[in-house]
C-alpha cells in the first residue's frame, strides 16, 4: 500500500507533458467545407534531436468529413489525409518543409528558421479546402474530425503523444 501510494505521488508530481490539443474550425464557403487545425506544442527535445539528426519527420492529418447517424456508426462523407514533412540539411543548416494533400505535393519550400518548421508542421493550417459540399443536406448536422500522428510510426522517441494519435471534431450545421 505504501509502494502504491509512493508510486501515485511521483506520478502526480511529474511535469505536465507538451499541450496536446488539436484544435479543429469548420467553415462552409463558396461550395466548399474549409477546414481549420491546429496542433498544440509537440516539439520535445527527442523530436528536435531526431530532426536535426537528419532524418525526415512528418505529421500525418487525417480528416473525416461525418454526419451523425442515429445508429451506432456515424456516415463518412469524404477523407482527406494532409501530410507536412520536414527535413534538416546539416551542411546547409536549413530546412527544407513540404506540404502534401491526399499524396500530391501542394508546396516545397527551404527555410533556416526553426520557428517555420514548427508553424508549418503545427499551426499553420488556415481553410484548407479539403471537400466539395455538393452532397450535403440543407439543415443538417455534419462534424469534422482530425487525426494526427508522426512518422515515422515505429520509432518510440519520435512520438511526442506517447504512442497515440491525437483528435479533435467539430460540429456544424449545413445551411445553404
Known amino acids: 500500500m505504501i509502494r502504491l501510494s509512493v508510486a501515485v505521488l511521483c506520478l502526480l508530481t511529474l511535469p505536465a507533458p507538451a499541450d496536446q490539443t488539436l484544435r479543429v474550425a469548420p467553415l462552409t464557403r463558396d461550395g466548399q467545407v474549409l477546414v481549420s487545425f ?6 520535445t527535445d527527442e523530436l528536435k534531436a531526431a530532426l536535426h539528426s537528419g532524418l525526415t519527420i512528418s505529421f500525418v492529418y487525417k480528416i473525416d468529413l461525418k454526419r451523425s447517424a442515429a445508429g451506432w456508426l456515424d456516415r463518412t462523407i469524404a477523407s482527406a489525409a494532409v501530410t507536412a514533412s520536414v527535413r534538416y540539411d546539416n551542411l546547409t543548416r536549413r530546412y527544407t518543409v513540404t506540404r502534401a494533400v491526399d499524396g500530391r505535393t501542394e508546396s516545397v519550400r527551404p527555410t533556416d528558421r526553426e520557428e517555420d518548421v514548427r508553424g508549418w508542421l503545427t499551426t499553420d493550417f488556415e481553410r484548407l479546402p479539403l471537400f466539395r459540399n455538393a452532397k450535403l ?30 483528435s479533435a471534431l467539430a460540429k456544424f450545421t449545413f445551411i445553404r
Open 38 to 43: 491546429q496542433l498544440g506544442d509537440v516539439f
Open 137 to 166: 443536406e440543407p439543415n443538417s448536422e455534419y462534424y469534422v474530425r482530425v487525426r494526427a500522428h508522426t512518422t515515422p510510426r515505429n520509432a518510440t522517441f519520435l512520438w511526442p503523444w506517447d504512442g497515440h494519435d491525437v
